[in-house]
Nanobody
Framework: QVHVEESGGGLVQAGGSLRLSCAAS????????MAWFRQAAGKDREFAAR????????AYGNSVKGRFTISRDNAKNTVYLQMNNLKPEDTAVYYC????????????WGQGTQVTVSS
């Protein structure tokens, strides 16, 4: 059974940093594309970042580019999101998702972790 679990969320002041982790289990994820999305209250889900299994193909959403860094450790089936210079508008539930390269959609999602940035 595939399981994806995020951790590392919390409350931080504007300008601060947080590091989110996402651990996946249940099968081998080393070939997967892994990604972070976020959803603020009352808003649509928004793409934040994704990383290929080799780590050499990375993309960021415009709202986080230059402040967030995605990385992964395939030996641990874990992906990270380092978030720096956080802003109140970064407040959201952050979700981790994974898919096979050939899949058009993300197959497995975590339950999410809350990030709250105070002004």
């Amino acid at each position: 059974q595939v399981h994806v679990e995020e951790s590392g969320g919390g409350l931080v002041q504007a300008g601060g940093s947080l590091r989110l982790s996402c651990a996946a289990s249940g099968r081998t994820f080393s070939s997967d594309i892994m990604a972070w999305f976020r959803q603020a209250a009352g808003k649509d889900r928004e793409f934040a970042a994704r990383i290929s299994w080799t780590g050499d193909n990375i993309a960021y959403g415009n709202s986080v580019k230059g402040r967030f860094t995605i990385s992964r450790d395939n030996a641990k089936n874990t992906v990270y999101l380092q978030m720096n210079n956080l802003k109140p508008e970064d407040t959201a539930v952050y979700y981790c998702a994974t898919r096979r390269p050939a899949s058009p959609t993300y197959d497995y999602w975590g339950q999410g972790t809350q990030v709250t940035v105070s002004s």
